[in-house]
């Protein structure tokens, strides 16, 4: 049973760091593109980060330069280093699965956590 549990979020003011982890029972990171969603109230999910099963890494435009995503394959975590946070960082953010090659649209994805809350606020 594939299960993802993510874990970190939390409240900071604007400039901050957080690191979000995802804990991965149930499916290979080294066979799996992992990627990192986020849903702001009122939004759609979207994409922020993936990390494809040959290393390839891609970021939401917006995130770019702040954001870094990685994978520690032997504790088969997934993780998130999120710096310079902004307000329009807040949100619910997901870790999710695909057996299927490098992808940003959420309905690429099979696999999903129940997600942890960001709040960027002053």
């Known amino acids: 049973q594939v299960k993802l549990v993510e874990s970190g979020g939390g409240s900071v003011q604007p400039g901050h760091s957080l690191r979000l982890s995802c804990a991965v029972t149930g499916l290979d990171l080294n066979a799996y593109t992992m990627g990192w969603f986020r849903q702001a109230p009122g939004r759609e999910r979207e994409f922020v980060a993936v990390?494809?099963?040959?290393?390839?890494?891609d970021y939401h435009d917006s995130v770019k330069g702040r954001f870094t995503v990685s994978g520690d394959r032997a504790k088969n975590t997934l993780y998130l280093e999120m710096n310079d946070l902004k307000t329009e960082d807040t949100g619910v953010y997901y870790c999710a699965g695909t057996f299927r090659a490098y992808g940003t649209g959420t309905n690429w994805y099979d696999h999903w956590g129940q997600g942890t809350q960001v709040t960027v606020s002053s």
């Open positions: 990390i494809a099963r040959v290393g390839r890494t």
